[in-house]
C-alpha cells in the first residue's frame, strides 16, 4: 500500500512541476518578446510590472476578480448541470434527442457577441445575461460528450442487467452514468476553458458591475497597458484554475483509474 | 421450440428436459444455435414458435428469471469485486448488509476473500471471471446459463475454473446449462452432453456422461471418457465432412 501511495504522490508531483514549467514558460517567453524586440513600456507592459500592479491594487483588483469568479462558477454550474440533463434526456427520448440535436448546434453557430446584446435587451444589466452567456457556451461540450458516452455504453453491460432484473432507473444509475463519467469529464473540462470569455463578453456587454472585463475596457482606454494585462492575467488565472480543479475532482471520482483497491470496505 | 431469423432456421423443434440441479453442456460449432436458444431462455428473445418454463412458469419474454454469465466478464470497473457480486441485489432493490454478508461468506468458502476490495483492473482474467460466476451466484436464481464463461482464459486457469464450477455445482445444487465448444470441458463437466448441429440449429444427440462423482482430473484419462469423447467427435465432425465432400 505505502508502495502505490508513494508512486501516486511522485506522480502529482511531477505533474505539478509540469504545470509550474508551463506557466513559467509561457512568462518568460513574454518576457523575451519584450527583451528582444525592445518593446516600449506603453505597448507591452513587463511581467515584473504587470504583478507590481497586481500587488500595488490587490484589494479594489481583487473584488473585480471575484465578480466575474462569481459569474464564471454560477454559469458554469448551470450549463454544466443544463449539458448533463439534457444529454440523459435526450439518450432517453431518441425522438425528441434528433430534434434538438440540430437545434443545439444551431445555437452554437450563433456568434457568442450577437447573442450578448439581445440578452441585456431581454434581461437587462444584471447578473442574468452573464449567467445565460456562460452556460449557453459551457453546455454543449457537455451534452455532445454525454450522449457520446451513453451510446457507447456496452450493449452487453445493459443486457446483463436486465438479465439481473434491474429496473430501468438502477441500471441507468449503476451501469450507464457511470460509464459516461470519462466523457462528461472530457465536456467540463473544454467547458472550463471557455467560460470566462462568456463572463468577459457579458461584462463587455452591459454590466452595472466592475468585473475583470469591464477593468480591462477602462484600462485600455487609459492606456493602462500593465492594467490590461494584469486583468488578461488574472482570466487566464481563472480558466486554468477551473481547469486544473476539475483534474482533481475527476482524481477523486475516479478512484478506480489509479487505485487497486477501495477505501470503502475493507476485506473481511 | 422453433425459432428463425428470416430465411435462416437457427433452432427447429429443440426439445429439451433438465432435472433440478442436473448440469448440462451444450456442445456445438458456432452457428448451431447455442446462443439464441440461451437468448430465449434467459428471456431476452422472443421465439417464434414452442414454450420454455421452469417448473410451471413461462420464461418467455421475462428478463431477470434466469442467471446467465459470458465470456466476458462484464464486471464494472467502477465497483469493487464486492460490489461486483451484489450487482443483482443492487440493481432490482438496492443492496443491504445482509446481501454483502452473504456475498462475502460466498467469496470467502470460493478463494475471493483476500480481493474483495479491489477494483477489477487489477485482477487477473481468472480472478474476474471468478466474480462473475460468484455474481451470477449470488444474483440467486436457480438455474444458471453459462455461456463459454470460460472460453478466454489460459488452459491451466481454465481447469481451475472448471474444477471451481464443479464444487458450485454440487454444494449449491443449481441447475447448470453450460455452451461449450470445447468437447473435453463438456465431457469433463456434465451429466448430460446435447450435441448440437448447425443450418438448421437442431439436437442431433444427447451424450449421457455416466463418468460419476466428484470428478477429478484422472477421470478425463479414462476409457470411458475415450468412448464418450470419440463419439462427440463423430458426431460433430460427421457433418463437416458432409460439407467439405459437397463442396469438392
Redesign the interface.
Known amino acids: 500500500m505505502n508502495i502505490s501511495k508513494t508512486i501516486v504522490g511522485h506522480r502529482a508531483t511531477v505533474q505539478i512541476c509540469f504545470w509550474v514549467l508551463a506557466m513559467l514558460l509561457i512568462i518568460g517567453l513574454w518576457q523575451a518578446v519584450i527583451v528582444i524586440g525592445q518593446v516600449p513600456h506603453f505597448v507591452m507592459p513587463t511581467p515584473a510590472a504587470t504583478i507590481d500592479l497586481l500587488f500595488s491594487n490587490a484589494p479594489m483588483i481583487g473584488k473585480l476578480m471575484w465578480q466575474t469568479f462569481k459569474e464564471t462558477l454560477a454559469g458554469y454550474a448551470i450549463g454544466a448541470a443544463l449539458g448533463l440533463a439534457l444529454a440523459v434526456g435526450m439518450a432517453k427520448l431518441p425522438l425528441t434527442g434528433r430534434l434538438l440535436y440540430p437545434a443545439l448546434v444551431t445555437s452554437q453557430a450563433i456568434p457568442i457577441v450577437g447573442i450578448a446584446a439581445p440578452l441585456v435587451i431581454l434581461f437587462g444589466f444584471g447578473m442574468t445575461p452573464k449567467l445565460i452567456i456562460v452556460a449557453w457556451i459551457v453546455f454543449f461540450p457537455v451534452v455532445v460528450n454525454v450522449m457520446d458516452g451513453l451510446a457507447q455504453v456496452?450493449p452487453?453491460?445493459i443486457?446483463?442487467?436486465?438479465?439481473?432484473?434491474?429496473?430501468r432507473l438502477?441500471?441507468f444509475l449503476?451501469?450507464e452514468l457511470?460509464a459516461c463519467?470519462g466523457p462528461l469529464f472530457s465536456g467540463l473540462k473544454i467547458g472550463a476553458s471557455y467560460a470566462v470569455t462568456g463572463a468577459v463578453i457579458g461584462e463587455w456587454t452591459a454590466s452595472s458591475r466592475m468585473g475583470l472585463g469591464t477593468y480591462l475596457l477602462s484600462a485600455n482606454a487609459q492606456m493602462n497597458t500593465a492594467g490590461v494585462y494584469a486583468a488578461m492575467m488574472l482570466m487566464t488565472l481563472i480558466g486554468v484554475g477551473s481547469f486544473v480543479s476539475l483534474l482533481v475532482i475527476e482524481y477523486l471520482a475516479?478512484?478506480?483509474r489509479h487505485?487497486?483497491?477501495?477505501h470503502?470496505?475493507?476485506?473481511? | 421450440m422453433s425459432h428463425a431469423f428470416g430465411a435462416n432456421r437457427v433452432l427447429s423443434d429443440i426439445n429439451l428436459d433438465i432435472a433440478a440441479g442436473e448440469f448440462v453442456c451444450i456442445l456445438g460449432a458456432s452457428g448451431c444455435g447455442k446462443s439464441t436458444l440461451f437468448n430465449a431462455m434467459s428471456g431476452l428473445l422472443k421465439i417464434d414458435s414452442g414454450s420454455i418454463r421452469l417448473d410451471d412458469e413461462d420464461l418467455i419474454g421475462k428478463p431477470g428469471r434466469v442467471g446467465y454469465m459470458l465470456q466476458k466478464d462484464l464486471l464494472l470497473p467502477w465497483r469493487t469485486a464486492l460490489d461486483n457480486i451484489v450487482l443483482g441485489a443492487s440493481l432490482t432493490r438496492g443492496a443491504t448488509a445482509r446481501d454483502r454478508d452473504k456475498a462475502v461468506e460466498l467469496a470467502v468458502h470460493y478463494g475471493l476473500g483476500g480481493y474483495l476490495d479491489h477494483y477489477p483492473h487489477a485482477l487477473s482474467g481468472g480472478m474476474r471471471q471468478r466474480i462473475a460466476l460468484l455474481r451470477t451466484i449470488a444474483a440467486g436464481s436457480d438455474v444458471m446459463l453459462l455461456d463459454e464463461p470460460f472460453g478466454a482464459l489460459d488452459s491451466l486457469t481454465r481447469f481451475t475454473m472448471q474444477r471451481l464450477l464443479l464444487r458450485v455445482s454440487s454444494e449449491l445444487k443449481r441447475t447448470i446449462m453450460f455452451v461449450t465448444h470445447d468437447i473435453d470441458e463438456a465431457l469433463f463437466l456434465a451429466d448430460r452432453v446435447i450435441i448440437m448441429l448447425p443450418n438448421p440449429g437442431r439436437i442431433e444427440r444427447i451424450l449421457d456422461v455416466n463418468l460419476g462423482r466428484p470428478r477429478e482430473v484422472e477421470c478425463m484419462a479414462s476409457p470411458r471418457f475415450m468412448e464418450l469423447k470419440a463419439s462427440a467427435l463423430k458426431l460433430l465432425y460427421a457433418e463437416s465432412q458432409e460439407e467439405v465432400s459437397l463442396r469438392s
Not at chain 1, 470503502?264 to 473481511?268: L, S, V
Request: aromatic share 4%.
Open positions: 456496452d452487453d453491460q443486457n446483463l442487467a436486465r438479465l439481473l432484473g434491474g429496473t438502477r441500471t449503476i451501469v457511470p463519467l475516479t478512484p478506480w487505485r487497486a483497491t477501495s470503502r470496505h475493507q476485506a473481511r
